[in-house]
């Protein structure tokens, strides 16, 4: 089903003349220029993505392009800094949110190919401490806090999206011990922070070393992804953009910056051509740019809807939310923390795939539609050729 916005993008793009079309290749270093066979697509996504942020007025915002080769294509719109007119570039760093979560699970899957894990064991086999009030006699296990079917509340009573006293991971998966499943462990979905906090302390009791660090080694290195960490990196964070929050009222401020006690559920910086490089690991069995990174039977399990029939084709895999764009698979996942909107989506069977960050609060509706776009013409000028 071809939806309005998609065919105002479709005409966008047969209007633009050549010499339009040229224009997106002639940028600056800091940008990626798109080929031959992207460069309408390119051109259409500018003019839709610079529309859209006048009308939502968002300060910043970037993106970037996938296919089988790489990194085809990626930009920055708008300002990374109000004062100094800095502008955003492909290479403008954004703090990622909930997309962390795919990293958290990628290094945990590292473990399951060692041996060292077992998603189906109950998880109080490689964390003892964590004890949360479970009435409903069913043990708890990586595979259920991996897609978000363990009963476990959504944020940890320290540590939460509100706590700006940026705790350790260790106090905030203690504090859990304070609460009560809500459902019972592999029954329902509900989405939880927590639960993935509880992930990454695993991986860091069973790896024995401190959980930034073992995935900054293991997966961020790996894929060559050296402009991103799971930690607050002065080179870094003077990349970041002013990010905006705003209210009903009008009102605008600057986003909170203080780090989450739930790392692994939400603390990730990067760029997008960075979260491009993930992407290309999708596409290529599990190989990064400098080093494999998990096997290709692994990705098709995240992949798999947990809890569902094996014939569904939607639902929670492991970390990815799997759904289809126009009957394609899709692999995908969002992020919202303080100021910034994600969207990374990736359709396997064909090699395409789009990562785009605004650095304006509660936009996801619009990088989700923005990336979804970018998909649709991406397909539409790979099967014109």
Same mark, same amino acid.
């Given at each position: 089903?071809?939806?309005?916005?998609?065919?105002?993008?479709?005409?966008?793009?047969?209007?633009? @003349? *050549?010499?339009? !079309?040229? @224009?997106?290749?002639?940028?600056?270093?800091? =940008?990626?220029? #798109?080929?031959?066979? /992207?460069?309408?697509?390119?051109?259409?996504?500018?003019?839709?993505?610079?529309?859209?942020?006048?009308?939502?007025?968002?300060?910043?915002?970037?993106?970037?392009?996938?296919?089988?080769?790489?990194?085809? +294509?990626?930009?920055?719109?708008?300002?990374?800094?109000?004062?100094?007119?800095?502008?955003?570039?492909?290479?403008?760093?954004?703090?990622?949110?909930?997309?962390?979560?795919?990293?958290?699970?990628?290094?945990?899957?590292?473990?399951?190919?060692?041996?060292?894990?077992?998603?189906? !064991?109950?998880?109080?086999?490689?964390?003892?401490?964590?004890?949360?009030?479970?009435?409903?006699?069913?043990?708890?296990?990586?595979?259920?806090?991996? @897609?978000?079917?363990?009963?476990?509340?959504?944020?940890?009573?320290?540590?939460?999206?509100?706590?700006?006293?940026?705790?350790?991971?260790?106090?905030?998966? &203690?504090?859990?011990?304070?609460?009560?499943?809500?459902?019972?462990?592999?029954?329902?979905?509900?989405?939880?922070? &927590?639960?993935?906090?509880?992930?990454?302390?695993?991986?860091?009791?069973?790896?024995?070393?401190?959980?930034?660090?073992?995935?900054?080694?293991?997966?961020?290195?790996?894929?060559?992804?050296?402009?991103?960490?799971?930690?607050?990196?002065?080179?870094?964070?003077?990349?970041?953009?002013?990010? =905006?929050? +705003? $209210?009903?009222?009008?009102?605008?401020?600057?986003?909170?910056?203080?780090?989450?006690?739930?790392?692994?559920?939400?603390?990730?910086?990067?760029?997008?051509?960075?979260?491009?490089?993930?992407?290309?690991?999708?596409?290529?069995?599990?190989?990064?740019?400098?080093?494999? *990174?998990?096997?290709?039977?692994?990705?098709? #399990?995240? +992949?798999?809807? =947990?809890? #569902?029939? *094996?014939?569904?084709? $939607?639902?929670?895999?492991?970390? /990815? =939310?799997? @759904?289809?764009?126009?009957?394609?698979?899709?692999?995908?996942?969002?992020?919202?923390?303080?100021?910034?909107?994600?969207?990374?989506?990736?359709?396997?069977?064909?090699?395409?795939?789009?990562?785009?960050?605004?650095?304006?609060?509660?936009?996801?509706?619009?990088?989700?539609?923005? &990336?979804?776009?970018?998909?649709?013409?991406?397909? #539409?000028?790979?099967?014109?050729?």
């Amino acid at each position: 089903m071809v939806r309005r916005c998609d065919v105002q993008l479709i005409l966008i793009s047969g209007a633009l @003349s *050549v010499a339009t !079309a040229l @224009s997106v290749r002639a940028q600056s270093p800091d =940008q990626f220029a #798109a080929p031959r066979r /992207f460069t309408t697509t390119a051109s259409a996504l500018t003019a839709f993505i610079e529309h859209e942020m006048r009308v939502h007025g968002i300060p910043a915002l970037s993106i970037a392009l996938v296919d089988s080769t790489g990194v085809i +294509w990626a930009r920055g719109f708008g300002v990374e800094n109000r004062a100094t007119q800095r502008p955003a570039t492909a290479n403008t760093v954004y703090r990622v949110g909930s997309v962390s979560k795919l990293f958290t699970d990628v290094g945990v899957m590292q473990l399951v190919e060692q041996g060292t894990i077992n998603l189906d !064991a109950p998880v109080q086999r490689y964390l003892r401490s964590f004890q949360p009030i479970n009435r409903f006699r069913r043990p708890i296990t990586l595979r259920q806090l991996m @897609s978000h079917y363990s009963g476990l509340v959504r944020e940890p009573p320290v540590g939460h999206y509100f706590d700006d006293t940026s705790p350790p991971l260790a106090a905030t998966v &203690a504090s859990l011990n304070q609460t009560t499943l809500v459902h019972a462990p592999g029954t329902r979905f509900k989405y939880s922070n &927590a639960g993935v906090a509880v992930v990454g302390a695993v991986l860091e009791q069973q790896s024995k070393a401190a959980f930034a660090e073992y995935l900054q080694r293991n997966v961020l290195d790996r894929l060559g992804m050296s402009s991103s960490s799971f930690t607050a990196r002065a080179d870094l964070v003077s990349r970041v953009p002013q990010a =905006q929050m +705003w $209210t009903t009222f009008g009102r605008t401020f600057d986003a909170p910056t203080f780090s989450l006690g739930m790392a692994p559920a939400g603390s990730m910086y990067s760029t997008m051509p960075d979260l491009g490089r993930f992407i290309s690991m999708l596409f290529n069995g599990g190989k990064g740019a400098r080093d494999r *990174v998990l096997r290709s039977e692994s990705l098709d #399990a995240m +992949w798999q809807p =947990q809890f #569902a029939p *094996v014939s569904s084709k $939607t639902g929670a895999g492991l970390g /990815f =939310q799997v @759904s289809e764009l126009d009957g394609v698979r899709m692999v995908a996942h969002n992020g919202a923390i303080y100021g910034f909107a994600t969207q990374l989506s990736a359709l396997p069977s064909e090699k395409l795939g789009v990562a785009v960050s605004a650095s304006k609060d509660g936009v996801n509706a619009l990088t989700e539609r923005i &990336a979804h776009s970018a998909l649709r013409l991406m397909r #539409a000028a790979q099967a014109s050729q």
